[in-house]
């Protein structure tokens, strides 16, 4: 038989392939900003649809023409503050969590089934205490408010967003104007400006290689054995971490960079089609609509982060229209 050339089955960009740990994404590297300003946000996948765009760009083939590109909603209700998370730098074994103050004990009651709320809380006999010259950086723990959304949720997302800052004391600062108020996405992002999109992919349970890594069957000529996949060497004696082998799929953390936010509003009624988005409903707060596709099912907890890969500004499309056609 002819030698056959072909790629490995599966990319070894993403391993190991194994099931997330919770249903929404932990953000690991940030930006680093100079500026005191609030690094992500999040909000809940609505769906899909596609949108006019007037494309601007100078070498583009359709430059001056209108095209049509699918496009991912967002709606994201206000976030509130939950505490402060005071940092230290730890060498090579990376940061370490030398203290948290919450902002006060009058919290949202949906917090209890999260976390276990604190009583009898004096937050500012907490902050006394916190000596900022052993400090390096400060972050803010946030959580949504999905009772705000149009599906039956009641349980909030706990998660941290990072601050920029040149020092702590401006980091704390900056956050502490945030006590008590509801953060909206209007207020800290810009239509045509790039973000990093942070998801849970869907899942998709336990699967064989040929779905899961692409694998090619044997074809139903070729000679007599088994149609399976190849762990390697007759007779082998360990199966190598890159063989392709069955297992977990879907319901990965991943991470898309440089996707461009198309258009922001705060009226559902522009971006809601007839009869509401699938299995979603309608929007009813603030929206974000972002160019192409993004991870993860409808109704699972989007984050979005400053972009960490130098791209900042989009690619000069401007919006001339959004498609409210039923999507039923």
């Known amino acids: 038989m002819p030698n056959v050339h ?3 089955a599966g990319s070894l960009q993403f391993w190991p392939r194994k099931k997330a740990k919770r249903i ?6 940030w930006l680093g900003s100079k500026i005191p300003s609030l690094q992500g946000f999040a909000g809940y996948k609505a769906g899909m649809t596609h949108v006019v765009l007037k494309d601007n760009r100078p070498h583009s083939l359709t430059k001056g023409k209108n095209i049509v590109w699918p496009a991912t909603v967002i709606e994201c209700p206000p976030l509130k503050i939950l505490s402060f998370k005071f940092y230290q730098n730890s060498g090579p074994y990376g940061s370490k969590l030398i203290s948290e103050v ?3 004990n009058k919290l949202d009651k949906s917090l209890g089934k999260k976390v276990n709320l604190p009583k009898n809380y004096d937050s500012e006999i907490k902050l006394k205490e916190i000596n900022f010259e052993t400090i390096d950086f400060v972050r803010g723990l946030f ?10 949720r009641k349980k909030p997302e706990i998660f941290e967003i990072d601050v920029g800052g040149r020092d702590p004391k401006s980091q704390f600062d900056y956050l502490k104007n945030l006590v008590g108020k509801e953060l909206r996405v209007v207020d800290f992002f810009k239509s045509q400006r790039m973000v990093d999109v942070h998801a849970v992919t869907k899942g998709k349970g336990f699967q064989g290689v040929v779905k899961r890594m692409g694998v090619t069957l044997k074809s139903h000529k070729s000679e007599k054995g088994q149609r399976r996949a190849v762990l390697g060497p007759e007779g082998y004696g360990k199966v190598k971490f890159s063989a392709p082998l069955a297992g977990q799929l879907g319901y990965q953390t991943r991470t898309e960079y440089n996707k461009e936010i198309i258009a922001l509003g705060s009226n559902g009624e522009d971006v809601n089609p007839s009869g509401g988005f699938l299995n979603y409903g309608l929007i009813k707060n603030d929206y974000v609509l972002i160019k192409g596709s993004i991870p993860g099912p409808s109704k699972r907890m989007i984050r979005f982060t400053e972009p960490i890969r130098g791209r900042v500004t989009g690619s000069n499309l401007e919006l001339k229209q959004i498609i409210l056609e039923s999507k039923q």
């Not at 929404?24 to 590297?29: A, F, G, P």
């Not at 959580?143 to 039956?152: D, E, K, S």
Request: hydrophobic share 30%; glycine share 4%.
């Open 143 to 152: 959580y949504t408010q999905p009772r705000l959304v149009g599906f039956a």
């Open 6 to 8: 072909r790629p490995r």
């Open 24 to 29: 929404y994404s932990r953000v690991r590297s």
């Open 102 to 104: 919450f902002v006060s």
